[in-house]
């Protein structure tokens, strides 16, 4: 008996141990790297600035969706509306993660009148993000299109980290967003969760029990392990691309800007530009430890979303954070794509989406103003390599976007419905532009098509609903 009760008494002191480490470890890695989930998804808690005292209704909306399993599954996702607005209003779609209502971002779109929609967030959907989540999120956007009292003229799409990866890819696979911003996004799948992840949870699992080189990286990484198994041949350079905003660099039709810091450990800077990427190493790295892309990953992914991107849409400019504590006006050009690279120098294992002193915020709201004044009439441009895309989706063939047949036709992801999205866009281009004009850009983009006699009867048949 004193036996039994000496070993249970030992397994009670292992799990009290471990219990208490583990919460130690927790409050070290938050207090080291100041993380939370507003860091991870740099949404900005400072409100002490910013005020609003009107009143805020909130309505939950409920998004069904195909799996890629083929199984029908329902999501919800909240939109948040000033009380005083009326009418159709400005919408802000925020993806993947749920949009934190203390932020200064939140409270500046309340005052302005506008509506804010978001998901409602489980850790686990980060292991869905270029699966599951990724047609749901799709799905939300189409609904929220959809839903009155949404002014369909006027959707910006903003997202951070994780969704940042999600603002990218809603911009690059749909028509209809007047403007779009991604912080710190992820924008090469491959690099960012195949290679880097890996390096820093091979650092962390070397060190000892007491020592987490890259804290923040234990915290992170697990939560989007679950994607590698959305690749199940590593060598498949086509399906990594598919799958990242770096294969898509040339579908940007609306206003998209990028903002990035170097000191980001997450998703380091050089798959959005190898320009600014910092290559001295913190000592407290181990020396084959490396934040830059190699040159042997297959196909393009050892590319640049800046490579891929089309020079003649493109800015990307370096801008040196003076003082790291300070909001800073995002700086936007007239090009579809923007990328700002804020230099708050190189990545240290204490960093998270920007280096450990950075505090400072970024301010979106001019360019925002700005695009919602201008309307999706102004905004957006009918790109062959978009259009190319959309009717692929419209025959079936879509990658991102699976199409199941066999199913409820009402639901998204089916064959039918992704038919009826393309049609739906299309036919809002035309009406702020022309029939002529978009039919002009098609053609252009069935000569880029190893696929064209196929493509050219859906076309055929999306001219007809049109007229």
């Avoid at 969760?193 to 000892?208: I, L």
């Avoid at 590593?234 to 170097?262: K, Q, Y």
């Avoid at 923007?338 to 002193?357: L, M």
Wanted: proline residues 4%; hydrophobic residues 40%; negative net charge.
């Amino acid at each position: 008996m004193k036996i039994i009760r000496k070993l249970l008494w030992v397994i009670f002191c292992i799990i009290v141990f471990y219990l208490v480490y583990s919460f130690s470890l927790s409050i070290k890695t938050l207090s080291i790297t100041g993380t939370g989930v507003n860091n991870i998804t740099s949404q900005n808690v400072r409100v002490e600035k910013v005020k609003f005292y009107g009143v805020i209704t909130r309505d939950t909306l409920s998004v069904s969706y195909v799996t890629n399993e083929g199984a029908v599954d329902t999501r919800e996702i909240i939109i948040r509306r000033p009380g005083s607005a009326e009418g159709d209003i400005p919408l802000i779609y925020v993806p993947h993660y749920a949009m934190e209502e203390n932020t200064e971002e939140f409270l500046q779109y309340m005052d302005h009148g506008w509506a804010v929609a978001s998901p409602i967030f489980e850790e686990k959907y980060n292991g869905q993000l270029t699966g599951n989540d990724l047609v749901f999120n799709n799905a939300a956007l189409y609904a929220l299109r959809h839903l009155e009292g949404i002014d369909k003229q006027r959707i910006a799409i903003v997202g951070d980290s994780a969704g940042g990866y999600m603002a990218l890819m809603l911009s690059e696979l749909q028509m209809g967003t007047c403007a779009t911003v991604a912080n710190s996004p992820i924008a090469n799948v491959y690099f960012n969760f195949y290679v880097h992840f890996k390096n820093c949870d091979d650092v962390n699992r070397k060190a000892g029990l007491f020592d987490v080189p890259i804290p923040i990286q234990l915290l992170v990484s697990k939560s989007f392990r679950l994607n590698l198994d959305n690749f199940p041949n590593v060598s498949d350079a086509d399906r990594w691309a598919a799958l990242s905003p770096l294969g898509n660099a040339r579908c940007f039709s609306n206003p998209t800007v990028i903002n990035h810091c170097t000191g980001d450990i997450l998703a380091p800077v050089d798959q959005i530009t190898k320009r600014y990427t910092h290559t001295e190493r913190d000592p407290a790295f181990p020396d084959n430890f490396t934040i830059c892309m190699a040159d042997d990953y297959p196909g393009i992914l050892s590319h640049s979303l800046e490579e891929e991107a089309d020079p003649e849409e493109l800015s990307v400019e370096r801008y040196k954070w003076e003082n790291s504590s300070e909001a800073v006006t995002m700086p936007y050009s007239d090009r579809l794509l923007t990328i700002n690279v804020f230099d708050d120098g190189p990545i240290s294992p204490k960093s998270s989406h920007t280096a450990p002193d950075t505090t400072g915020i970024i301010n979106t709201m001019s360019y925002l103003e700005e695009m919602f004044s201008k309307s999706l009439a102004e905004t957006e441009k009918a790109v062959p390599e978009k259009l190319l895309l959309l009717l692929e989706r419209y025959a079936g063939n879509g990658i991102q976007l699976p199409a199941h047949e066999g199913v409820d036709d009402t639901v998204y992801g089916s064959l039918a419905t992704y038919r009826k999205e393309v049609v739906d866009e299309l036919r809002q281009y035309a009406e702020n532009h022309s029939v002529e004009e978009l039919e002009a850009v098609v053609l252009k983009a069935l000569e880029l098509s190893g696929n064209k006699e196929v493509l050219l009867n859906a076309w055929t048949e999306i001219k007809a609903a049109l007229e």
